[in-house]
């Protein structure tokens, strides 16, 4: 058991000396690395990434689902690593996985039943019997989320990993392989709408300059 | 207040989404602050198992040994507890892989919804309601025959009567099938681009999404998408049909323009019209003015379409409405758009939301040789 502990450990002196160290190493070069067997260039993608591959999930899930399939989607990212010849669309390529992983999360929820134009999956922001009972006390975020999760794709995903998960729109470009062009216009048309469905909603719970 | 007045007035609070920079915008600080409750988990670990990074030359799991189980951060216990279990689960794979036949030999599960499907010679009935059907086998129903078609790794395809398929590709990242005739329902969760299906007059690419394809005994087709988008080619003319969307393809021909179906009947007339004239036709000129009269924002994807199916002053014309219902994106200018310039059309779809484009050159770049239809 001493010895698996030891595995687990973050301390230097255990990790492999690779080039996919360093903080500046960029991403097509951690992809490369990842792709001959270099598990700690993975590792340093799953912490750039992550982030990224919350976020897109968390516009089509759940909350208390988001976190478990940020993982199921690096394990499915892992073994098809290889056959993608382009490191540089390492990102699109994530963000599809990850989308197609909470339609697949969908689509198992309703006992394997082919989608349809009234599915789940097709209006993320239906009501999935895990959400009705997420453990969230937070009533007004949980409304605020939602309305997020209503407007566009090419709106929401931007919005929510700013305003979520923290990232800057450069970050976001950086992550999801889009121009700075293209995310700056969906966030302002994003946080927009976002701004006119808040002011639409007269919930008790907002404190009115919503 | 002027337009311009306003515009300047907006820039700190779009400078603060944005970056960060600028005069903080206090709703986005209270809407940052109420939704930091569902952040991704910073310590949240990823744990692998020990066969899943396959390294040239090395057994995978000496290299598990030497490279370790290092993601940051860690939480040791939960990754101890994975551990454990991927040991005895790993081993399992590796010596089950030595003696393991091809995975093209499982086959795709078939099951019959109604009627009597058949896979090659054999007959589904009621005693027995399933099957495989295997690379190079065709699977076929008759006017009162339904069957599904089902991989784990790429999801479930109906198949509706009078309908004949072949199975042309069951690799773990490329799956391929041919339509000769009849109707699909695809729903695919395999990763965009690994899922594409031969017919008579286009390729049908999977970008993540559900459609229903038809392909008629005259080879023609039609495709309509429910979920995601899907790509539609035919000698390097593409077309991309995103839910809500539907597209009609032509042998020779290849994909028309695809269009909402939720578009005027006037619009879509046209749009058919203008689809199936020659170009020399005088009657094209009046089709795209209706086109474009009728024209929503929303039908912005039949317009980025007809930029390349146009010239001269047709296609300034297309791009003037296309401007108009929806802006280019910074980076797009009217001159490279009326050139055709790729990399600025690739902009203005992306910029359209509906998907992302580099899905799409990913997969021409990597299987453009075989992108053509079948015969």
């Known amino acids: ?210 | 207040m002027n337009a311009h007045a306003n515009e300047k007035s907006q820039i700190p609070r779009d400078d603060y989404l944005w970056d960060r920079s600028g005069f903080p915008d206090p709703e986005i600080q209270r809407l940052e602050s109420l939704l930091a409750e569902f952040r991704h988990d910073l310590d949240h670990p990823l744990v692998l198992p020990a066969t899943s990074l396959p390294a040239p030359g090395a057994p995978s799991f000496l290299r598990f040994l030497q490279k370790g189980w290092v993601f940051p951060p860690t939480r040791r216990l939960a990754a101890a507890a994975v551990i454990l279990l991927a040991i005895p689960t790993s081993l399992y794979f590796t010596l089950r892989s030595h003696n393991a036949p091809p995975a093209t030999a499982y086959g795709w599960n078939v099951a019959s919804l109604q009627g009597s499907p058949q896979i090659g010679t054999q007959i589904l009935s009621a005693n027995r309601s399933a099957g495989k059907l295997h690379v190079g086998q065709t699977l076929t129903t008759d006017s009162t025959s339904r069957a599904s078609l089902s991989e784990n790794d790429l999801g479930e395809i109906q198949v509706e009567p009078d309908s004949r398929l072949h199975l042309l590709q069951s690799a773990p990242d490329r799956k391929r099938i041919r339509l000769d005739v009849g109707t699909i329902h695809a729903a695919i969760w395999a990763p965009p681009t690994q899922f594409v299906v031969d017919t008579p007059s286009a390729v049908a690419v999977d970008l993540g999404c559900a459609y229903t394809l038809q392909v008629a005994p005259d080879g023609s087709g039609t495709i309509r998408t429910t979920i995601g988008w899907v790509g539609y080619r035919l000698n390097g003319r593409d077309s991309f049909i995103p839910a809500g969307a539907m597209c009609s393809t032509r042998p020779a021909h290849g994909p028309g323009t695809p269009y909402f179906e939720d578009a005027s009947p006037q619009f879509r007339e046209a749009l058919a019209n203008f689809d199936n004239a020659q170009r020399s036709d005088p009657t094209v000129a009046k089709q795209l003015d209706i086109i474009l009269r009728d024209a929503r924002p929303k039908d912005s994807l039949t317009l980025w379409h007809l930029l390349s199916r146009t010239t001269g002053p047709a296609r300034v014309q297309v791009y003037g409405r296309l401007a108009a219902l929806t802006p280019p994106p910074p980076g797009v200018t009217r001159g490279g758009i009326l050139q055709l310039d790729p990399h600025m059309l690739d902009l203005y779809w992306n910029a359209f939301g509906l998907g992302d484009i580099s899905i799409w050159r990913f997969w021409e770049q990597s299987s453009s040789p075989n992108a053509s239809p079948s015969p």
Do not use: C
């Open chain 1, 1 to 210: 058991m001493a010895a698996l502990f030891e595995l687990g450990s973050p301390r230097p002196g255990l990790l492999p000396v690779t080039s996919a160290d360093s903080p500046s190493t960029s991403d097509h070069a951690l992809v490369r690395s990842a792709q001959t067997g270099d598990r700690a260039a993975f590792g340093l993608l799953y912490s750039r990434y992550a982030r990224m591959v919350h976020g897109i999930l968390l516009t089509r899930v759940p909350p208390a689902d988001a976190e478990d399939l940020v993982h199921d989607v690096f394990l499915q990212a892992l073994p098809r690593l290889a056959a993608l010849r382009d490191a540089s669309k390492f990102p699109a390529w994530l963000a599809a996985i990850a989308r197609n992983r909470a339609t697949d999360f969908h689509r198992r929820a309703k006992g394997e039943t082919p989608l349809d134009e009234n599915s789940d999956a097709a209006d993320p922001a239906s009501s999935h019997p895990a959400e009705r009972h997420a453990p969230y006390a937070n009533a007004e975020a949980h409304a605020v989320l939602s309305a997020i999760r209503s407007l566009p794709d090419a709106y929401r995903e931007p919005l929510l990993l700013r305003l979520v998960e923290g990232m800057t729109g450069p970050e976001i470009a950086a992550r999801t392989g889009l121009t700075h062009g293209s995310v700056r216009v969906n966030l302002h048309r994003g946080m927009q709408q976002l701004r006119e469905i808040l002011g639409r909603r007269a919930s008790p719970a907002s404190s009115g300059d919503l």
